[in-house]
C-alpha cells in the first residue's frame, strides 16, 4: 500500500480540549473532551458524529460495536453507531492503566494489583485475580492468555478464561507495553532490554540491548519485530532469532510506539511531524506535519482503496485539531485530440446515476484471546 506523495484530505478543528487520547475503531475516532463529554468523529468525512454525556479518565476502548469508558464510579459502554449506553457496572477502584478489549473480552487493572475480567458485551464480571503488585503497563491477550506486566519486574501469564496463574517470569526492569502471538511475547523493560519470551511457560528464548528504554508495544509482520527507543532509533529484529536485520536513527524523540500503514512505519514524538519508514530496509519514506504539537498516535484507515493517515495535535485557539491526508493519486490523462475537419458533434445520452447475542456491526474479533463464556468463537 503506497502512501507518499499524500495531500490533505479535511483539516477540522475539534473547538474543544481533548482530555485524554482518542481510540478509533474502523472509521470513527472516539474522543473524551472538556466539559464531561465524549465525541464520535468520523474519520473519513472529517466530521462529528454524535456527542454524548461522559466523564472518561483514561483514552477509550473499543470492541463488538460499543466504546469502553472508565468514568469516577462505573465502567460504561456506549454504542459506537448512536453513543447510548448499552450497560454500566459500578467501579469504583482506582485504575493503573487504560481498558483493554479484545475477542469479546474487556480487561481491567486496579491500583491494588486486581486484574478483573468482564464480558464485554454485557458487562458480567467473569472472574478476578490479585497479582498483589501494581499493573505497570496495558495488558495483553493472544490465544488463550492474558499477559499481565508488573512494577516488581514479572511478567505473568493468566488463562484467559479462568484467571487462574499459569507462570511468571522476572525482567531485569519492569515490563512496558507488550506484544503477545500465539507463541511469543515481546516486551520491553526498564533495563533497556527487549524481551522475547516463549508463551508456552514464559522462558526467555533471546532478549535485545538498546540504548535507552523502548517506547511503546513492539508491532510484528510475521517475519519480523519492530520497535523504537528513547535512544532515538527505530529497530527490526529477526521474529524468531532476535538477529538485528537493520536499524535507523531517527530525527526526534519517540513518544509512543510503532504504527503501521502498509509497507511503512509510522514513528511519532511531541513535534508536528510524523516520519515514515520502509519496513523492509528502514529507509525514509516521507514526512507529513500536522499544525501543532501531537497529541496522539497516527491512525491509519482506507478511503476506496486509498491510504489516509489521521493525525490529532493541539491547538491553541480551538483546542484540538484533526488533519487528515490521503495518498495523492496521478489524475488521469484527459489530452484534447483535435477536432477533424468537417466532424459533427453530438450529445451523449446521460445515464441513471463473543459472548451471547453480540451486537451488530463493530469491529471484527482479533486474533488475541479465547472468547469469554457463552461468546461465539471468531470468525
Known amino acids: 500500500m503506497r502512501l507518499f506523495p499524500v495531500v490533505p484530505a479535511w483539516n477540522n478543528p475539534l473547538d474543544a480540549v481533548m482530555l485524554a487520547p482518542p481510540a478509533a475503531s474502523g472509521t470513527r475516532a472516539f474522543v473524551p473532551i472538556d466539559g464531561d463529554r465524549l465525541m464520535a468523529f468520523d474519520l473519513l468525512a472529517g466530521g462529528e458524529v454524535w456527542t454524548s454525556p461522559a466523564h472518561p479518565l483514561f483514552v477509550p476502548a473499543t470492541g463488538d460495536g460499543l466504546v469502553f469508558l472508565i468514568e469516577p464510579e462505573a465502567i460504561t ?40 475480567a468482564f464480558r464485554a458485551v454485557d458487562g458480567v464480571l467473569i472472574w478476578r485475580q490479585n497479582l498483589d503488585r501494581r499493573v505497570h503497563a496495558v495488558p495483553a491477550l493472544a490465544a488463550d492468555r492474558l499477559y499481565v506486566a508488573l512494577e516488581d519486574g514479572h511478567v505473568v501469564a493468566l488463562d484467559v478464561a479462568k484467571g487462574t496463574r499459569l507462570w511468571s517470569r522476572r525482567l531485569g526492569g519492569p515490563p512496558n507495553d507488550m506484544l503477545a502471538t500465539d507463541d511469543r511475547i515481546y516486551v520491553g523493560s526498564d533495563d533497556n532490554y527487549l524481551y522475547c519470551l516463549t508463551a508456552s511457560t514464559g522462558e526467555v528464548d533471546w532478549r535485545w540491548r538498546t540504548g535507552a528504554d523502548v517506547i511503546g508495544a513492539p508491532i510484528t509482520d510475521g517475519s519480523r519485530v519492530y520497535f523504537v527507543s528513547r ?39 511531541l513535534a508536528p511531524k510524523v516520519s515514515a519508514f520502509a519496513m523492509k530496509d528502514g529507509s525514509p519514506a516521507g514526512d507529513i506535519t500536522s499544525l ?28 484540538t485539531r484533526m488533519l487528515a491526508v490521503r495518498r495523492l493519486i496521478d489524475p488521469p490523462m484527459n489530452t484534447q485530440l483535435p477536432v477533424l475537419p468537417g466532424a459533427v458533434t453530438t450529445t451523449p445520452a446521460v445515464r441513471g446515476a463473543l459472548p451471547p447475542a453480540a451486537p451488530q456491526g463493530g469491529q471484527a474479533p482479533s486474533l488475541g484471546g479465547t472468547p469469554p463464556p457463552g461468546a461465539p468463537a471468531p470468525r
Open 292 to 319: 501543532g504539537e501531537l497529541a496522539a498516535a497516527p491512525f491509519v484507515t482506507s478511503v476506496r482503496g486509498v491510504p489516509q493517515v489521521v493525525l490529532v495535535s493541539r491547538d491553541i485557539a480551538k483546542g
Open 77 to 116: 459502554a456506549r454504542r459506537q453507531d448512536t453513543g447510548a449506553v448499552a450497560w454500566r457496572v459500578p467501579f469504583a477502584a482506582e485504575l493503573a492503566v487504560p481498558l483493554v478489549w479484545d475477542n469479546g473480552w474487556l480487561i481491567a487493572a486496579d491500583a491494588a494489583g486486581n486484574v478483573l
Open 231 to 269: 535512544d532515538n532509533v527505530l529497530r527490526a529484529l529477526d521474529r524468531t532469532s532476535g538477529g538485528q536485520r537493520w536499524k535507523r536513527a531517527l530525527p526526534g524523540r519517540p513518544t509512543r510506539g510503532v504504527v503501521r500503514a502498509g509497507d511503512l512505519l509510522l514513528v511519532s514524538g
